[in-house]
């Protein structure tokens, strides 16, 4: 029962690190570039919702809306302002703006905000489960996240597979000079891709503090860095990849949490990620890419 | 990453404000200005005995926050009284506090700053990491130290480091006799932060000392600093092995979180804390609802007889009231105020000099602290006085 338990709260966790994942994978696969600051914008939702919902007292609805409305805003005006004149600079040059751009973004909620945690009042209000008399008990949150996790990457593939914009990602993906040549704008393709990714990361920080509920201006860096390695698992740019990444991840490390040792949980995760990665370079559903030279 | 990022801003912070002190040298109306540029508590320039210098450390803002701030205004308070009372000899005192955010790197900036200051002593670092990074350097250059809450073992390891509060083994060796003494339960676990000194250190007295006390261990884990929001695998644990005490000698920002969850897995056993735990009432939105009931060893409390006027005192300067490393600090300063009377130093002495005499006359001093009657102090640095424990009940604390 109690293996249950803990498997059913790595799967929740690792819902979230899918959602996280997801912004990682598809920024990567379209604009082919690693943007750090995706967990802090993750923070931003938290603060976001945070500062709606317990300060002013708006219901958790609201607060998740506006959420998104913020994050969406910030992605796309992060993408404009710092990624957009590096398009064509070297992507160690873009690494290290989307570095600074983490950066700033701590900074700046560590000035408005301070850097004192806050307990994070959950917006999840659907109630837990009790199974097995009460022995196996399973969050509302948990209920929650397993299940927008799962609709969400649903909606995305079909959004990807069906949409015009969504065949325009594909698109640009693949080359993005080729799909300028056929009339594609890749500017505004590159900028609805974050936009829906920091829209999920608003949605993220709603899960995230919602089920760990601590908030502070670092709050997004560590999920964000796992989240990352969980997308490297699956394969980045691949949005299935993503979430079995992110489920794998998440599972995996609570059960080295339960079984193995608690305080090597995040060794046991990161040596698998080498482990994958000397097996397969592209991770578990990664497409071998072929660099022109 | 994130630390060589704030390493860097630090460091331009200390460089500007060294900047700003380097301009005032020997000037005391000057640097007395800059002390109050820098949001300091007091300015006794032309007192007849001179001014003593005393440098605060610790984490004004961050998450260790509740700590600083408390140990910025017990300090703050005390050197106020002093003066008010006519200084130590005759001499005024004088507190700067700079921020190291609960970061080792920053405190030792923050001394840096404070030397440049012209610190004649320290009251400092607030917590236990930084504070034996400071230990070093004041070691080095021959400066007195009195920490009010670093509590692992190698914070005073240096002679001329002393201590308020009581060190990491004491603090687990009297948390397990107090839990075998008043029989507050038989099956324990232990939740603790494998990534600090602090939490590790009290973690490894208590386990020692609960087989001497006949207290069953049957859970021991631990979580790291980058993976201080999900308890829910050491909480279950906990559960399944039947505990009916949960020992947490950590910090109070991740037992906020604990608790929580714990609530929320219909966990109720007693938990247990150290002083770390002192300040879980200040966390913003917190439920206060579910630290009741919860216990921990702590020297001080706003309800004894004997820290009320202190407590008055402490509400009516800076409107919340006073933690234990509010007091703590307040018998720091008071401590250095005892050793000045004793060793009779002089307010232009060098700091150096100022510390070779601190060495014997904290041995010989003994004061009436509020963190406990008849406080006196070994060579090595420790104190000797009674350790006490407190339980929240509606919401405040009640010494047991």
């Given at each position: 029962?109690?293996?249950?338990?803990?498997?059913?709260?790595?799967?929740?966790?690792?819902?979230?690190?899918?959602?996280?994942?997801?912004?990682?994978?598809?920024?990567y696969g379209i604009a082919r570039m690693l943007n750090f600051a995706h967990g802090d914008i993750i923070m931003v939702g938290g603060f976001a919702i945070f500062t709606m919902v317990s300060t002013l007292g708006m219901a958790p609805m609201v607060g998740i809306v506006t959420a998104v409305a913020v994050c969406t805003l910030l992605g796309v005006t992060i993408e404009f302002v710092a990624y957009r004149p590096l398009r064509d600079a070297s992507s160690l040059a873009v690494l290290i703006t989307a570095i600074g751009v983490s950066y700033l973004l701590q900074n700046l909620a560590l000035l408005i905000f301070g850097s004192n945690a806050r307990q994070f009042t959950s917006v999840v209000t659907v109630p837990g489960l009790k199974l097995a008399g009460g022995r196996l008990s399973i969050s509302g949150e948990t209920i929650v996240t397993i299940i927008v996790c799962i609709v969400i990457m649903a909606a995305l593939t079909t959004f990807i597979n069906k949409t015009r914009i969504g065949q325009a990602m594909l698109a640009v993906s693949e080359d993005r000079g080729?799909?300028?040549?056929?009339?594609?704008?890749?500017?505004?393709?590159?900028?609805?891709?974050?936009?829906?990714?920091?829209?999920?990361?608003?949605?993220?920080?709603?899960?995230?503090?919602?089920?760990?509920?601590?908030?502070?201006?670092?709050?997004?860096?560590?999920?964000?860095?796992?989240?990352?390695?969980?997308?490297?698992?699956?394969?980045?740019?691949?949005?299935?990849?993503?979430?079995?990444?992110?489920?794998?991840?998440?599972v995996v490390e609570n059960l080295s949490k339960a079984y193995i040792s608690s305080q090597l949980s995040d060794a046991i995760v990161f040596s698998l990620l080498i482990v994958i990665l000397l097996v397969r370079p592209t991770g578990i559903l990664g497409k071998k890419i072929n660099e022109k030279v | 990453m994130?630390?060589?990022?704030?390493?860097?801003?630090?460091?331009?912070?200390?460089?500007?404000l060294a900047a700003c002190g380097s301009g005032s040298g020997g000037n005391t109306a000057t640097e007395g200005a800059t002390a109050a540029a820098q949001g300091n508590a007091s300015d006794n320039s032309g007192a007849a005995g001179g001014t003593f210098k005393i440098g605060v450390i610790g984490p004004l803002t961050g998450p260790a926050a509740a700590y600083g701030i408390a140990v910025q205004n017990g300090a703050d308070l005390a050197?106020?009284?002093i003066n008010e009372a006519g200084g130590a000899n005759g001499i005024m005192l004088e507190s700067n506090a700079q921020d190291d955010e609960h970061d080792a790197q920053k405190s030792v900036n923050a001394y840096n700053t404070l030397k440049d200051w012209g610190a004649q002593a320290i009251v400092g670092s607030t917590t236990s990491d930084p504070c034996i990074a400071v230990a070093a350097e004041t070691s080095n250059d021959n400066m007195f130290q009195i920490t009010p809450s670093g509590s692992a073992v190698e914070c005073v390891e240096p002679d001329n480091v002393f201590r308020v509060c009581f060190a990491d083994p004491d603090q687990g060796t009297a948390s397990a006799v107090y839990i075998g003494e008043n029989k507050l339960a038989s099956k324990i676990a232990v939740i603790y932060d494998s990534s600090t000194t602090y939490s590790s250190g009290i973690r490894e007295a208590f386990v020692k000392e609960a087989g001497n006390q006949g207290l069953e261990i049957v859970a021991d884990e631990a979580f790291t600093a980058d993976n201080a929001t999900d308890f829910s695998v050491q909480l279950d644990k906990a559960k399944e092995a039947g505990a009916e005490l949960v020992f947490l000698p950590i910090y109070y920002q991740e037992a906020s979180v604990i608790l929580k969850q714990a609530s929320d897995k219909d966990f109720a056993p007693i938990f247990f804390g150290c002083d770390g735990m002192d300040g879980i009432l200040t966390v913003e939105n917190f439920d206060t609802s579910l630290a009741e009931g919860l216990m921990l060893l702590t020297p001080f409390s706003?309800?004894?007889?004997?820290?009320?006027?202190?407590?008055?005192?402490?509400?009516?300067?800076?409107?919340?009231?006073?933690n234990q490393f509010a007091a703590d600090s307040y018998d720091a300063v008071y401590a250095i105020k005892a050793a000045i009377e004793k060793s009779g130093v002089t307010a232009d002495m060098d700091y150096s000099a100022i510390c070779d005499a601190f060495k014997t006359a904290?041995?010989?001093?003994?004061?009436d602290g509020l963190t406990g009657a008849g406080m006196t102090w070994n060579a090595s640095g420790e104190p000797d006085k009674a350790p006490k424990a407190v339980k929240i009940v509606n919401g405040v604390y009640e010494m047991q």
């Open positions: 029962m109690s293996f249950l338990s803990y498997l059913i709260s790595g799967i929740s966790l690792g819902s979230i690190y899918a959602i996280i994942a997801l912004g990682y994978t598809m920024v080729a799909a300028a040549l056929m009339g594609i704008n890749v500017n505004r393709t590159i900028a609805i891709t974050f936009a829906i990714g920091s829209a999920l990361a608003a949605v993220a920080g709603a899960l995230l503090c919602s089920t760990y509920p601590s908030l502070t201006p670092y709050t997004g860096s560590m999920p964000g860095i796992k989240a990352f390695v969980a997308a490297v698992f699956g394969g980045i740019g691949s949005i299935p990849g993503a979430l079995l990444g992110g489920i794998i991840l998440g | 994130k630390k060589l990022i704030a390493l860097g801003l630090t460091a331009a912070m200390a460089a500007s050197v106020k009284e706003t309800t004894e007889d004997s820290s009320k006027a202190f407590t008055e005192a402490y509400v009516a300067a800076y409107g919340i009231e006073p904290m041995t010989e001093i003994s004061i």
